[in-house]
Nanobody, 115 residues
């Protein structure tokens, strides 16, 4: 059974930074690609970033490119999302997931950006 547990969310002011973490279990992490997706209040799931676990090659949505960095620790089965220059529109529940549509995602971690 796929297990994903996110952590690291919180409340920050615009321009601030947060680092999200996700620990994975129950599947072949090293051969997978992992994603961060988010859901803002009243909106659908939005893909944020992906990384090939073996290759380490990242990809980003236009809305976060240049501000967010996805990375992974293969041995620890963890995926990270470093978020810099946060904006109020980044406020959302952030999930790590095994695909871009948000399938097999964890319980999420809340990020709130407000002055």
């Amino acid at each position: 059974e796929v297990g994903l547990v996110e952590s690291g969310g919180g409340s920050v002011q615009p321009g601030g930074s947060l680092r999200l973490s996700c620990v994975a279990s129950g599947f072949n992490f090293a051969d997978s690609a992992m994603n961060w997706v988010r859901q803002a209040p009243g909106k659908g799931l939005e893909w944020v970033a992906s990384i090939g676990i073996s290759s380490g090659v990242p990809s980003y949505s236009d809305s976060v490119k240049g501000r967010f960095t996805i990375s992974r620790d293969v041995a620890a089965k963890k995926v990270y999302l470093q978020m810099n220059d946060l904006k109020p529109e980044d406020t959302a529940l952030y999930y790590c997931a095994t695909d871009r549509s948000g399938g097999n995602r964890g319980q999420g971690t809340q990020v709130t950006v407000s002055s």
